[in-house]
């Protein structure tokens, strides 16, 4: 079906869209769980969302060089457009078992909250306004983003906002939990921290550099680093990953961290990196240590708060009625983007869960339906009937 020639029908009743469909939409994220979808290999589930779009009848859909699905309804005619987006990657590498286990109301699965559940509740709301086109004075983008997690760098948020960044009024990203609302962006930055060494016996080489022992020592150097701190900002770090080493009897040669600092002050990240550099540059004096960076998350220091604001108590009215009003909260998710160029953002989750990030990630399934009912509100907000 074409949108340009679709004759405009009423609005279907958003309660009665629900419960028409919500074994469908259980049996979506049921299927989405259990597709692979590491971080940079996001394209089997990005395929099949394009699937399940089309084989609903959507056409204006495409796969974009990022692996990002992008949908996009009522956007003719130079309309400002709003994004509604929600990622596709998970933390969990390829050779993670994807076991869905169901105890009565709980739903089991890595990724399952995060982001799986906002995944489909949000391919669900594209067949809402397919099924049902409401008049509105603006286009909708939908996007089923890559890179958001680990090392992904915001990979497919920052592709949609490059190709469409200049026609978005504003954007929500759907991810994680119904109780809290994600309304300012915590900037990062992140290393690959390596130590190299000529290596050797360890039994006749002893007393020779150990990359092992050095990057251990950059590590607690960064451990013993205060934090720059002040009221309503909050920085942290984290090595999050070391490897290295050949055997137990060999002087390592070589030794890696993944290490990220994250704030919600721009000011406090310059800090971080100063403090860093200078960490690297002492140990530079004695041997080969390399800071590599592997990813950047802007802080949101571009955005108009008047704006925003209005953002924010549009989503506020979606949960009356459904359920109590979220937490608000700063954090490092896709809006990260549009908030640095100055494009309202906000991101919510539509599920009540928790375990994210692990493999005992759980979802309550009573709670799809409140978050369903939530975005469609969201949605609902953007006519003007
Ligand atoms: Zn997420």
Redesign the pocket.
């Known amino acids: 079906m074409d949108f340009t020639d679709r004759k405009r029908i009423t609005v279907i009743d958003i309660d009665e869209f629900i419960s028409e469909n919500l074994n469908s939409v259980m049996q979506l994220i049921k299927q989405l769980a259990v597709i692979p979808s590491p971080t940079g290999m996001e394209r089997e589930k990005a395929l099949f969302c394009k699937n399940f779009l089309q084989s609903n009848g959507v056409t204006d859909v495409l796969i974009d060089e990022a692996d990002n699905v992008i949908c996009k309804i009522n956007c003719e005619n130079g309309r400002q457009n709003i994004v509604f987006m929600a990622?596709t990657d998970t933390v969990f590498p390829i050779t993670q078992e994807l076991t869905l286990i169901e105890e009565s109301d709980i739903l089991r699965c890595p990724g399952i909250g995060?982001?799986t559940a906002n995944l489909a509740i949000m391919l669900w709301c594209v067949l809402y306004l397919h099924k049902c086109e409401i008049n509105s004075d603006y286009g909708f983008i939908f996007a089923a983003t890559s890179g958001?997690?680990g090392c992904g760098n915001l990979k497919g948020s920052r592709k949609l906002f490059e190709d469409y960044g200049k026609t978005v009024r504003e954007a929500i990203a759907f991810?994680?939990y119904l109780d809290s609302l994600i309304y300012e962006a915590v900037g990062s930055e992140r290393y690959r921290i390596t130590s190299r060494t000529d290596g050797g016996h360890a039994y006749s080489d002893f007393g020779k550099p150990n990359a092992i022992e050095r990057i251990s020592r950059i590590v607690s150097e960064l451990y013993d680093l205060s934090l720059p701190k002040a009221s309503g900002f909050h920085t942290t770090q984290n090595v999050g990953m070391i490897t290295g080493g050949t055997s137990i009897n060999t002087l390592a040669s070589e030794a890696s961290i993944l290490y990220e600092y994250r704030s919600n002050n721009h000011v406090f990240l310059e800090i971080m990196r100063e403090n860093l550099n200078a960490i690297i540059e002492r140990y530079r004096l004695f041997g080969d240590v390399s800071a590599e960076l592997i990813g950047v998350r802007p802080v949101g220091i571009n955005c108009n708060k008047k704006k925003q604001n209005a953002l924010l108590e549009r989503l506020l009215n979606a949960y009356v009625n459904v359920l109590p009003l979220p937490k608000l909260k700063s954090g490092s998710?896709d809006i990260n983007i549009p908030l640095s160029m100055g494009i309202p953002a906000v991101c919510c989750g539509l599920v009540l869960g928790g375990g994210?990030h692990t493999t005992q990630e759980y979802i309550i399934k009573s709670s799809v339906q409140k978050g369903m009912k939530t975005a469609l509100n969201i949605i609902k907000s953007y006519s003007s009937q």
Do not use: F, P, S
Request: glycine share 0%; aromatic share 0%.
């Open positions: 990622h995060d982001n958001e997690e991810d994680l998710t994210e």
